[in-house]
């Protein structure tokens, strides 16, 4: 691990103010543009749990259906969860569920689209993040050893600093 102790920051951090207090960034000035941002994550889970979500079986109703809303209504949130988001004008959420049968479990993928004056990549990470957490507490009466990884932002378009796509998984 690196060790930054040491090393001045030269970068101005635009969440910090004159006296080091955390501040929302002013975006007021900022251009309106169309941005998009997709993240994504997995949950893996035992095979059994798996069976049955895929079957519809599970205890306590349609879990994919159930974590889809519930990643939608995250993503739309955000600002509420996240101490220095901007509340956005949401104009598109979608939340996929691909099954992944050789690892055993979901790779989630969010998608939200807007036209602000500031990014989305944090709705979209929320309501991939809360869409895990949702289909974990569907699911945990069959497997209370599921885990919640790779929660990352593959791509954001728009904005000042123009286009980003993960160059690896």
């Given at each position: 691990m690196q060790d930054f102790s040491k090393k001045k920051v030269q970068t101005v951090l635009s969440h910090l103010n004159e006296a080091g207090e955390a501040q929302m960034v002013d975006v007021s000035e900022k251009k309106v543009t169309?941005?998009?941002?997709?993240?994504t994550g997995r949950v893996f889970m035992?095979?059994?749990c798996f069976?049955?979500?895929?079957?519809?079986?599970?205890?306590k109703g349609d879990v994919l259906g159930t974590a889809r809303i519930a990643g939608i209504m995250?993503?739309?949130?955000?600002?509420?969860?996240?101490p220095m988001?901007?509340?956005l004008?949401?104009?598109?959420?979608?939340?996929?569920?691909?099954?992944?049968?050789?690892?055993?479990?979901y790779l989630i993928e969010a998608?939200?689209?807007?036209?602000?004056?500031?990014?989305?990549?944090m709705e979209a990470l929320t309501a991939v993040s809360v869409a895990a957490l949702t289909l974990y507490d569907m699911a945990k009466a069959l497997d209370k050893e599921m885990t919640i990884t790779d929660i990352r932002l593959l791509k954001k378009t728009g904005g000042?600093?123009?286009?980003y796509i993960r160059k690896s998984l």
């Open positions: 169309k941005r998009e941002a997709i993240a035992s095979k059994a069976t049955a979500i895929q079957a519809g079986d599970a205890p995250a993503a739309k949130q955000t600002s509420n969860l996240i988001c901007h509340p004008p949401i104009k598109k959420v979608n939340v996929t569920f691909t099954p992944d049968t050789t690892a055993i479990g998608s939200v689209t807007t036209k602000s004056e500031t990014g989305v990549e000042k600093s123009g286009d």
